[in-house]
């Protein structure tokens, strides 16, 4: 418990919103010689004073008790900037267009990190009219299987959640895609460029 806030991160955050130590305390109420403690790491702050500091310096709880301040760079909110989260608990699929500190059963997720896919994640593409039908001759069994599939454009992402037993396959509107993301359960994510295909 003694690490779920960084004396460095609030000094940091304070000074860039150019208050004092009292300015701080007195906003969240407590004294200055609290948030001194904090900064130097001869303290934490109560959980209870979280979401109040949070709002104080400018953040998220998340972003507060991570330890990271997220400043998201994608402001036009590129899609293909989009980053893909998996939790390990429950097998929740999340994105997002940028940075983000993103949780979910009470752990805060690594965004996952594409690869090019290897002899055993290739993915077929074809054009069927208006889509490209996707497919992965992949093993689907309750241990081992392709999670989702996602097509991604500079406007949007499509992504269809797949189950053990099933199929690994899916259809996306051919519409400007750019890229498609497979996710393996055992060996994380894999990205197939259909620009570099096309070349």
């Known amino acids: 418990m003694d690490r779920y806030v960084t004396g460095g ?4 955050l304070r000074e860039k919103r150019n208050m004092t130590q009292e300015e701080l305390a007195a906003k969240i109420f407590v004294s200055g010689k609290a948030v001194s403690k904090w900064e130097t790491g001869q303290g934490f702050p109560d959980i209870t004073l979280l ?4 709002g104080a310096l400018g953040i998220s709880v998340i972003e507060l008790m991570s330890g990271e301040n997220v400043q998201n760079a994608n402001r036009s ?11 390990p608990v429950c097998g929740n699929v999340i994105h997002s267009c940028g940075g983000a500190v993103i949780s979910c059963c009470g752990l805060t997720l690594p ?19 208006d889509e490209y039908f996707v497919r992965a001759e992949h093993p689907m069994t309750r241990e ?6 996602a097509a991604v454009s500079d406007s949007s992402v499509e992504i269809v959640k797949l189950y053990q037993e099933w ?8 519409s400007c895609v750019s ?17 570099r295909l096309k070349k």
């Not at 081992?144 to 599939?149: P, R």
């Not at 993301?181 to 990205?191: E, S």
């Open 111 to 129: 965004a996952l990190q594409a690869e090019e896919p290897d002899g055993e994640h290739v993915l077929s593409i074809s054009e069927v009219e």
């Open 51 to 54: 979401e109040p500091l949070a």
């Open 9 to 12: 991160m609030i000094r940091s």
């Open 77 to 87: 909110a590129n899609m293909l900037k989009t980053n893909f989260y998996v939790c």
């Open 167 to 174: 199929n690994a396959e899916a259809r996306f509107r051919r």
């Open 179 to 195: 890229r498609i993301y497979a996710y393996c359960n055992r060996h994380g994510l894999f990205v197939t460029d259909l620009r």
């Open 144 to 149: 081992h299987y392709i999670s989702f599939l």
